[in-house]
Structures are given as structure tokens and as C-alpha cells.
């Protein structure tokens, strides 16, 4: 009943940019702290960035000062603005939100995007 859609992986080359997208959609009450996160083959999914509702952000320390993560909740969106891309950051990224989706509900569930691929390389 909740889905949520990413858009924005693809190709390109080391140092430069890439804007990915993220919508939540379905039977939401509210919507959380959203974030994302990102896996290599052969690696643990590991946090990327993640926002509070209030904007709060937290980076991982490899991303911090090249990465951008913001929301409109208006929307229901969280974007992730990469730049100054390396190959090392070539994963799957995924979408997380803490969505409501009932009242009087004191802790949200956890809902994941199915993936879009980001490869960094000449």
C-alpha cells in the first residue's frame, strides 16, 4: 500500500554530477525521516545520507562536503544532489522512509525503494 519510486541512477564519469529522486506514495498518514543508502556488490548496505522532517541531516563521512540530500514534503520527495562523483561511489542506491500510515501510531515503519544504479567510470 506504501511504494516508493527513484528515479535519476545512471553513467557518468568521475567528477561529475547526478540528481536522484525519491517519491513515496499509497495510504500515508505522515511521513518521517527519509534517507539513503547505497550497496556494492560483495558489501553491506551502508548509509549514504539521511533528513529528518525538520531538515535535520546526517552524511557518512566519505560523502560529506560532494553529496546534497533535501526533501519536500509537500511532495513526499527526497532528493540526493551528487557531485564530484567517484568511482567508489559507483553502488545501488535505495530509498528508506519511516512512514505513518495509521493514527495514534508511535512507531513508523520502514519502507525501502527497489534500487536504481549509480556507476561512476570513464
Known amino acids: 500500500q506504501v511504494q516508493l519510486v527513484e528515479s535519476g541512477g545512471g553513467l557518468v564519469q568521475p567528477g561529475g554530477s547526478l540528481r536522484l529522486s525519491c517519491t513515496a506514495s499509497?495510504?500515508?498518514?505522515?511521513?518521517?525521516?527519509m534517507g539513503w543508502y547505497r550497496q556494492s556488490p560483495g558489501t553491506q548496505r551502508e548509509l549514504v545520507a539521511t533528513?529528518?522532517?525538520?531538515?535535520?541531516?546526517n552524511y557518512f563521512d566519505s560523502v560529506r562536503g560532494r553529496f546534497d540530500i533535501s526533501r519536500d514534503n509537500a511532495k513526499r520527495t527526497v532528493y540526493l544532489q551528487m557531485n564530484s562523483l567517484k568511482p567508489e561511489d559507483t553502488a545501488v542506491y535505495y530509498c528508506?522512509?519511516?512512514?505513518?500510515?495509521?493514527?495514534?501510531?508511535?512507531?513508523?515503519?520502514?519502507?525501502w525503494g527497489q534500487g536504481t544504479q549509480v556507476t561512476v567510470s570513464v
Open positions: 528508506n522512509a519511516r512512514i505513518f500510515t495509521r493514527l495514534f501510531e508511535k512507531n513508523p515503519d520502514d519502507y
Open positions: 533528513i529528518t522532517s525538520d531538515g535535520d541531516t
Open positions: 499509497g495510504r500515508i498518514l505522515r511521513v518521517g525521516a
